[in-house]
């Protein structure tokens, strides 16, 4: 009888509790296997896939930041305009601090090649030398015609005929920029040398921003034109601004003499905002002078 109650013993089932996810597997002889998942490491994969796209936005962002500001740049304490007086209509930028005038002009390298780019400054003798840089005075003289040309090619690949891209009476003095010499060597730098250069690829400088005001102001959206593989150079021009004597600034409000006015009092370099140019500056002291004189 006792054989007999032991072998019919009902036993208590047991009641086990996951508190993680985990796989249960029951074997043919009855018995069960439980394995609990570890999550550990998937917590840690996602935390560094989440680092890592909030590092690529990062990225994005200040690559995007860095465009911004370099195409804000082009036209600091200065403007861009649409300049139509010339043999072509040319999307103009420029720019400016306490020593230079930079004035950048895009174009479309598959009309006009940039071999064909020329820039130069007539007469002989209107840029100062650099160690006249100081001696800016008088409204006489001639301050010199800043030209930007370039030879525009048909659709057949030939060359055509000259194109005027910016040109026109500079409004103040320039000089030349410093030339390094060495000891035995004299300044044999051109009286009318400027600097200037030809910037491919804006798109890796400016992103898309100079591209799509391009095609919006400079290209006839009626011919349905695809302008999303716009290919678009940059003439960039350095003037070097000469001024009456050592210390003194001089805000030009307008590269050409032709070109738009802006209002320099709205500078946000500018440290004297009363003064305009060296003309003004003349005329107030004067004024100064006379009122001076009078009350004597």
Same mark, same amino acid.
């Given at each position: 009888?006792?054989?007999?109650?032991?072998?019919?013993?009902?036993?208590?089932?047991?009641?086990?509790?996951?508190?993680?996810?985990?796989?249960?597997?029951?074997?043919?002889?009855?018995?069960?296997?439980?394995?609990?998942?570890?999550?550990?490491?998937?917590?840690?994969?996602?935390?560094?896939?989440?680092?890592?796209?909030?590092?690529?936005?990062?990225?994005?962002?200040?690559? =995007?930041? &860095?465009?911004?500001?370099?195409?804000?740049?082009? /036209?600091?304490?200065?403007? *861009?305009? %649409? $300049?139509?007086?010339?043999?072509?209509?040319?999307?103009?930028?420029?720019?400016?601090?306490?020593?230079?005038?930079?004035?950048?002009?895009?174009?479309?390298?598959?009309?006009?090649?940039?071999?064909?780019?020329?820039?130069?400054?007539?007469?002989?003798?209107?840029?100062?030398?650099?160690?006249?840089?100081?001696?800016?005075?008088?409204?006489?003289?001639?301050?010199?015609?800043?030209?930007?040309?370039?030879?525009?090619?048909?659709?057949?690949?030939?060359?055509?005929?000259?194109?005027?891209?910016?040109?026109?009476?500079?409004?103040?003095?320039?000089?030349?920029?410093?030339?390094?010499?060495?000891?035995?060597?004299?300044?044999?730098?051109?009286?009318?040398?400027?600097?200037?250069?030809?910037?491919? =690829?804006? &798109?890796?400088?400016?992103?898309?921003?100079?591209? /799509?005001?391009?095609?919006? *102001?400079? %290209? $006839?959206?009626?011919?349905?034109?695809?302008?999303?593989?716009?290919?678009?150079?940059?003439?960039?021009?350095?003037?070097?601004?000469?001024?009456?004597?050592?210390?003194?600034?001089?805000?030009?409000?307008?590269?050409?003499?032709?070109?738009?006015?802006?209002?320099?009092?709205?500078?946000?370099?500018?440290?004297?905002?009363?003064?305009?140019?060296?003309?003004?500056?003349?005329?107030?002291?004067?004024?100064?002078?006379?009122?001076?004189?009078?009350?004597?």
């Amino acid at each position: 009888e006792d054989n007999v109650e032991s072998n019919n013993t009902i036993t208590t089932p047991s009641v086990t509790r996951l508190d993680e996810p985990s796989t249960v597997t029951w074997s043919g002889d009855g018995s069960v296997h439980m394995m609990k998942h570890n999550h550990k490491n998937d917590t840690i994969d996602h935390k560094k896939m989440d680092s890592k796209s909030s590092k690529i936005n990062l990225e994005t962002t200040t690559t =995007n930041s &860095k465009e911004s500001k370099k195409f804000f740049n082009l /036209s600091r304490n200065g403007s *861009k305009f %649409i $300049d139509s007086n010339n043999t072509t209509s040319s999307l103009i930028y420029w720019s400016q601090d306490r020593y230079t005038i930079t004035i950048s002009i895009p174009y479309l390298p598959d009309e006009i090649p940039s071999k064909s780019i020329r820039v130069s400054v007539t007469p002989k003798g209107s840029v100062l030398e650099y160690s006249s840089r100081y001696s800016a005075v008088g409204s006489g003289g001639e301050k010199g015609i800043l030209s930007v040309k370039g030879t525009k090619r048909t659709k057949g690949g030939e060359m055509e005929e000259e194109v005027i891209l910016f040109q026109g009476d500079l409004p103040h003095f320039i000089h030349a920029a410093q030339k390094e010499l060495d000891d035995n060597e004299t300044d044999n730098t051109s009286e009318n040398e400027i600097d200037w250069e030809i910037i491919n =690829n804006t &798109k890796s400088m400016y992103g898309s921003m100079l591209i /799509s005001e391009y095609c919006e *102001k400079m %290209i $006839d959206k009626s011919k349905n034109s695809d302008t999303s593989s716009t290919d678009l150079n940059l003439v960039q021009i350095t003037l070097n601004k000469a001024v009456p004597m050592q210390g003194v600034s001089l805000w030009w409000s307008q590269p050409l003499l032709h070109c738009p006015e802006i209002n320099t009092n709205s500078s946000k370099d500018c440290p004297d905002r009363n003064i305009k140019s060296d003309d003004e500056k003349k005329s107030k002291a004067g004024k100064s002078f006379s009122e001076v004189w009078k009350e004597a």
